[in-house]
């Protein structure tokens, strides 16, 4: 069987290593997206001149506050780099003594409030310089829900800096508009996790809009730019705290790029040293990536998209019509996205194995597919067509009927 990529895979096997489908999306672990040949380009091109990366780190946040709305945007190691950076922030501001300090946070106020629907597991990077996660409110469902403002409240203290929101499936949340009104009361900024929340594109400035002050999107998933890369947009002031933080500053005052914004006036007593950012670093390659990916995204013919991955979805489930003890839904929703998803649920008596087993047989058959497992609970697979190839549908099905020994 030939998986249509052939010439692309040399790189891989003069490692050893072997290429997958990839049926489950554009995960880390999967290792994000593919990029268009435009994106890859224009890396190859980047890694063909030096810069200074304050530089490009600068343009590429002009372009990041245009296409968002906010007054200024980074380019972060991911979404979850673009969290640890947005508590670094938070806790630190322009303050270089505080800077210096993290992750040890003794004497500063550190404190994150987080409602209990929004502990995911990423939130454990705003951990990262040393925050100390409030968890507020009650998960809540079976029930009435919920976590209300005055919960919210009622944590916000001088230990607090940051209110902190993950969008996703939570319906008993508090609502981002909501959360706002009470942080901005108290002078609090609000980081957003908003990782996977693309598309509907328009969440790139919906948040923004909604007067959050930090939000991180992932650069590796729908935006389908370089993996390790993420977007931050917000506010200027907790950017240029990001920056300092996050940019190589082994600097000396005299010679430093940013001497008259930050020295000349006396608004910082000297540059700071090498950040709580510093292991977080985006090189060159990803920054530019990432910008050419997200003119691309913006530009997209969104609609025409949507129609690909259900067609892609619909050719998978003909394919396994008519193989006893499966059943799928084509109407499943990724949480925080309007990707289709179909969720292929397995009666296990019947196919006489494990949904686990089926999604080792997929990944360590011939040719590897990847499935999403958001949906084993349920003792289901997902098929997330973000990341397929045209031609891939068909294997995967095929595969599919392999392992359930119905082909
Ligand atoms: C993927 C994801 C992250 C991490 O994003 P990276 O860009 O991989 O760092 C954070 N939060 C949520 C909700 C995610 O889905």
């Not at 630190?92 to 946070?105: E, F, Q, S, W």
């Not at 389908?224 to 002031?237: C, E, F, K, V, Y």
């Not at 240029?240 to 007593?269: F, I, N």
């Not at 003792?379 to 973000?386: D, F, V, Y």
Request: with cysteine; glycine share 10%; aromatic share 4%.
């Amino acid at each position: 069987m030939v998986s249509g990529v052939t010439a692309k895979q040399n790189i891989y096997q003069r490692f050893g290593v072997k290429t997958i489908i990839n049926a489950g999306g554009p995960m880390t672990r999967l290792s994000g997206s593919i990029l268009s040949p435009e994106v890859r380009e224009a890396m190859s091109e980047a890694a063909s001149a030096c810069v200074r990366v304050e530089d490009i780190q600068e343009a590429a946040g002009k372009l990041i506050a245009e296409v968002t709305g906010s007054e200024a945007g980074y380019v972060t190691s991911g979404a979850a780099g673009g969290l640890a950076l947005s508590a670094a922030a938070a806790i630190a501001g322009l303050d270089v003594a505080r800077m210096d300090k993290l992750p040890d946070t003794t004497g500063m106020p550190n404190e994150i409030i987080v409602q209990r629907e929004h502990m995911t597991a990423y939130s454990h990077a705003l951990r990262l310089p040393g925050a100390k996660l409030v968890e507020v409110g009650y998960v809540g469902y079976p029930g009435q829900g919920c976590t209300w403002p005055w919960q919210i409240e009622t944590e916000i203290n001088e230990r607090t800096v940051a209110i902190f929101y993950s969008i996703g499936n939570s319906p008993g949340a508090v609502s981002l508009p909501e959360v706002v009104e009470v942080a901005h009361r108290h002078n609090l900024p609000v980081i957003v996790d908003a990782a996977a929340a693309l598309p509907p594109v328009g969440n790139l400035r919906r948040f923004i809009n909604e007067e959050a002050d930090l939000v991180c999107f992932s650069g590796g998933k729908a935006i389908a730019g370089p993996q390790a890369s993420g977007i931050l947009a917000g506010r200027a002031d907790l950017i240029a705290s990001v920056a300092l933080q996050h940019q190589d500053m082994d600097v000396m005052p005299a010679t430093w790029t940013w001497r008259d914004r930050y020295l000349k006036d006396g608004a910082l007593p000297g540059p700071p040293h090498h950040g709580l950012g510093r292991p977080l670093k985006v090189g060159k390659e990803e920054i530019v990536g990432l910008m050419v990916a997200l003119e691309q995204y913006v530009n997209r013919d969104h609609a025409a998209d949507q129609r690909r991955w259900e067609d892609m979805l619909q050719e998978i489930a003909s394919a396994l019509q008519d193989v006893p003890g499966i059943s799928i839904d084509l109407r499943g929703r990724k949480t925080a996205s309007s990707v289709p998803i179909a969720v292929v649920a397995f009666d296990e008596a019947v196919i006489e194995q494990p949904v686990e087993a089926v999604i080792n047989a997929l990944i360590e058959g011939d040719p590897a597919v990847a499935v999403s497992q958001a949906h084993v609970h349920d003792r289901a697979i997902g098929i997330n067509p973000m990341v397929l190839q045209p031609g891939e549908p068909a294997i995967v099905a095929q595969r599919l009927r392999e392992v359930l020994g119905y082909s």
